[in-house]
């Protein structure tokens, strides 16, 4: 798989590519810190994810409200501002991960979320496995997709 990574302006910085076994990489000497792939076309409100599965999947359960992948927990908040400067009156939502799997790490899907969502006024929202046989340690909203029986 490969991402087109683009700026607030639409200029593309970076491409992400994404191999069979999901190990990722970026174009070296590009730029990805505020920068973005967008999914769908922004209306009247953005949701924010890490990666590009998790997107995906909140774009189709939104109905096909407009998806921005960060790429990782640290870029959310960087792209959730790129985005609240030249979106004024957007709603936001950032739909993070549930790293609680990562105790050692403090969980930092969700510290990331949350703080990107404050910096701009937005909203958050993580998956909930509470039910779930949760063996594989899933985190995201594509995960939870997954669970349910979705393919």
């Known amino acids: 798989l490969v991402l087109p990574v683009y700026d607030i302006q639409g200029v593309m910085t970076s491409i992400q590519f994404i191999d069979a076994d999901g190990n990722k990489l970026f174009l070296e000497g590009g730029r990805k810190t505020g920068c973005y792939c967008p999914i769908g076309k922004i209306d009247d409100r953005l949701y924010i994810c890490e990666g590009y599965a998790t997107a995906a999947t909140v774009h189709r359960a939104t109905?096909?409200?407009?998806?921005?992948?960060?790429?990782?927990?640290?870029?959310?908040?960087?792209?959730?501002?790129?985005?609240?400067?030249?979106?004024?009156?957007?709603?936001?939502?950032?739909?993070?991960?549930?790293?609680?799997?990562?105790?050692?790490?403090?969980?930092?899907?969700?510290?990331?979320?949350?703080?990107a969502a404050r910096a701009v006024d937005g909203e958050y929202t993580f998956p909930d496995f509470t039910g779930f046989d949760v063996s594989g340690e899933p985190t995201d909203f594509n995960d939870l997709y997954l669970l349910e029986g979705g393919e």
């Open 63 to 115: 109905h096909g409200h407009a998806v921005a992948v960060a790429f990782d927990c640290a870029n959310l908040e960087p792209v959730a501002v790129a985005m609240r400067g030249k979106y004024q009156d957007l709603r936001i939502i950032i739909a993070g991960d549930n790293d609680q799997w990562k105790p050692e790490r403090g969980n930092p899907g969700k510290t990331h979320a949350i703080e």
